[in-house]
């Protein structure tokens, strides 16, 4: 009898693990084994679910000069914006105020093959812009003024009396030329192109008026002689709101060319920057570009109240 209560002992012990794994209960047999009488249930397993991305099917409005290509349903961007002309061309163009010399040619005026190289100094004397009369045009006015030297050489006896300045405007975004024609002493001329940017037609006329003084002539130790020259330039653009691609060309010219000049005609056709009357040493200056304060209005603004 003793054994069989041992046995039996045994036979609990041994079933503990098994009723504390499945937690259900289990009843004896006539001999002392054990029938589970658990009962199973099937938990459904949750599956995870994977999440999909929606895909844009991108559409595409090409780069500006303002902003890089962009999707017009998502807003994505992909690569730059577009490089204006004389970013392709990787060429420095100075924020106004204009200020710098370049090489001029001065001249016997009877005899033009004597020349001599001195420099041409150009100063921007006010930059300024009010409304045009007609809606939605502003007036751009660039006041410039060019000095160079003439010269007497007395051992030579040549009279180094007779110069030429050289200038022009670009447009910015495609480096295009605005038409002009050369002028001669106090004299003024009218001009009209159109500018495409960005698909945007812009109409752009300006006038050009030059006037011209002059100082005495001084004479130093030697003989020799040198009087100032002073050509006072006034620009007035008529642009568009919004357009902001004025440039200034400062051109050098090392040497005289009766060729070079025509005080007739109005130069109107298709030329650019850097095409092949592009002379060495030019330096550009954008002088209406967002942000740049006008002289004048500078002025004005730290004058004492």
Sequence with gaps: ????????????V??????????????????????????????????????????????????TFSEPKTCTVCGETEGEPKQTYFEEHGALVKDAPVDCTVDMVIRDRYHPEQ??????????????????????????????????????????????????????????YTGRQFPYKDLEGDDAAEYTTMIDVDGVSYDVSYTMDSKWEFGDWIADASGDQYIDCFDYLTYIFKIPEGYDGLVFAAIPYPEYHEEDWDYENTDEGEKYAFDDEYVEGTVFFRFNKEGLAPLRQAEEESAPQ
């Design 1 to 12: 009898m003793r054994k069989k209560v041992i046995n039996m002992a045994i036979m609990a």
């Design 14 to 63: 041994a079933s503990v693990p098994l009723l504390m794994a499945c937690g259900n209960t289990a009843e004896p047999a006539a001999n002392n084994a054990v029938i589970s009488t658990a009962v199973v249930e099937n938990t459904p397993t949750e599956v995870p679910q994977e999440e999909t991305e929606s895909v844009c099917a991108h559409e595409w409005k090409e780069a």
């Design 115 to 172: 020349q001599m190289v001195t420099d041409d100094t150009w100063q921007q004397l006010d930059c300024y812009s009010e409304p045009a009369e007609e809606d939605g045009y502003l007036l751009v006015h660039l006041e410039l003024l060019g000095t160079y030297q003439c010269y007497y050489d007395s051992a030579k006896n040549i009279e180094y009396g007779a110069g030429n300045l050289m200038m022009n405007c670009y447009d910015w």
